[in-house]
């Protein structure tokens, strides 16, 4: 059972929360293009976007004939993760620090879901491909998987939890 005794444990928690939701998401993308030949979003694009932000471009028509950037791919992956903690942390706060002892499946799994409010009208704009993927050649599809792999990060916010306190008592 953990004990959330100060502000470094909690914090300590939701950075192991939000790297393990986002290595569920991963594995369920690697199943995905392994299995099925998939593809999943290339985060070296999420790295070229950040990194033409700095030179005032914030939207592209394509960013896949945008130039690449040097460390796309780094920061692509940085930036994954880091959403991954601050997703965490934002269920956290909605939920309450007893969800972190006592996780529940829903609060995760719908957190998780809302999520995809993100890719649908932030970066999926920003990247050409219109909101919720409308200028794509399959929106539908494109919105299903984002849907899809939102909902696996969101169950993966719920068994990081689980795992969490079946493992330690912080």
């Not at 950075?15 to 569920?24: F, K, M, S």
């Not at 998939?38 to 999420?46: E, G, K, M, N, W």
């Not at 999520?115 to 599809?141: D, E, L, R, W, Y």
């Not at 299903?144 to 939890?161: D, I, P, Q």
Request: charged fraction near 10%.
């Amino acid at each position: 059972m953990l004990a959330l005794t100060d502000t470094s444990t909690t914090f300590f928690l939701v950075l192991l929360l939000g790297i393990g939701a986002t290595l569920v998401m991963d594995i369920w993308a690697f199943a995905l293009k392994r299995l099925w030949n998939i593809p999943s979003l290339d985060y070296a694009l999420v790295g070229r976007w950040l990194a033409h932000m700095p030179k005032g471009i914030l939207f592209h028509q394509n960013i896949l004939n945008t130039s690449p950037v040097r460390f796309e791919g780094f920061l692509g992956w940085l930036s994954h993760y880091l959403t991954g903690i601050i997703f965490a942390a934002g269920l956290v706060s909605v939920v309450g620090l007893d969800w972190l002892v006592s996780p529940t499946f829903l609060p995760a799994l719908l957190f998780g879901m809302a999520t995809v409010v993100f890719p649908f009208f932030v970066m999926q704009p920003c990247f050409g491909f219109g909101i919720a993927a409308s200028k794509t050649p399959k929106p539908m599809i494109a919105r299903s998987k984002s849907l899809l792999t939102h909902s696996v990060f969101g169950a993966g916010l719920y068994f990081t939890a689980w795992a969490i306190n079946l493992l330690g008592n912080f």
